[in-house]
């Protein structure tokens, strides 16, 4: 992991516990603190994509609505998919395991609530290991991560549900570099349902 992504690791849970702190020193009168769950499916895009297939992912977060139209998350989520390398034997080939830390800033219509639409991006980092017997050209990698979220909100009472696009940025994604020639390019795409509980 390069200086550069020590920075933005720091800066992305820097965001997070500042966007915490904010929220919780306004008045808990204007909004409420969501606690979720979610699962789906996501996989890699461009180069990336091209190696590996659609696979399941995972997740869960603390959501702060601080003004019914600003929200911070914080949250954890991860991901399986499986190497379709023609390089390996479908028996042999490894599969991508990451699991990630991200920040996000959530924007909504404040005249909405119940149904909430909402954009938003922020910052996360992810550790993707390589799990199989043969890795080839594949290795362990720590990479950061730009997400960019949309998606809509279903709150009532105490209970709330959702569904949301996420893509990532990958700042630094060297896990697939001597897979490719030159360095592999690409992004994630996912789609979770959410339920939880709102406090």
């Known amino acids: 992991m390069t200086s550069r992504g020590i920075r933005i690791t720091a800066l992305a849970l820097g965001l997070g516990l500042a966007g915490t702190a904010m929220a919780r020193e306004r008045d808990p009168k204007q909004g409420d603190v969501n606690v979720f769950v979610g699962g789906g499916i996501?996989?890699?895009?461009?180069?990336?994509?091209?190696?590996?297939?659609?696979?399941?992912?995972?997740?869960?977060?603390?959501?702060l609505q601080p003004y019914k139209m600003l929200g911070f998350e914080v949250g954890y989520d991860?991901?399986?998919?499986?190497?379709?390398?023609?390089?390996?034997?479908?028996?042999?080939?490894?599969?991508?395991?990451?699991?990630?830390?991200?920040?996000?800033?959530?924007?909504?219509?404040p005249f909405m609530e119940r149904v909430r639409p909402f954009v938003g991006a922020g910052l996360g980092v992810s550790y993707v290991y390589v799990r199989g017997a043969g890795n080839g050209p594949y290795s362990s990698d720590l990479m950061e991560e730009l997400p960019l979220a949309a998606g809509v909100e279903f709150n009532s009472g105490a209970l709330?549900?959702?569904?949301?696009?996420?893509?990532?940025?990958?700042?630094?994604?060297?896990?697939?570099?001597?897979?490719v020639p030159g360095d592999a390019s690409g992004g994630i795409l996912g789609t979770n349902l959410t339920v939880g509980g709102r406090f």
């Not at 461009?46 to 590996?52: E, F, Y």
């Not at 991200?102 to 219509?109: A, D, I, R």
């Open 42 to 63: 996501g996989g890699y895009t461009g180069d990336l994509g091209g190696l590996s297939a659609t696979g399941p992912t995972w997740g869960v977060t603390l959501n």
């Open 78 to 109: 991860g991901s399986k998919n499986d190497v379709t390398d023609d390089r390996f034997r479908a028996a042999e080939a490894p599969s991508l395991m990451r699991h990630g830390a991200t920040s996000l800033v959530k924007l909504s219509p």
């Open 160 to 179: 709330t549900a959702g569904i949301r696009g996420t893509y990532r940025v990958l700042v630094d994604d060297n896990f697939a570099d001597a897979a």
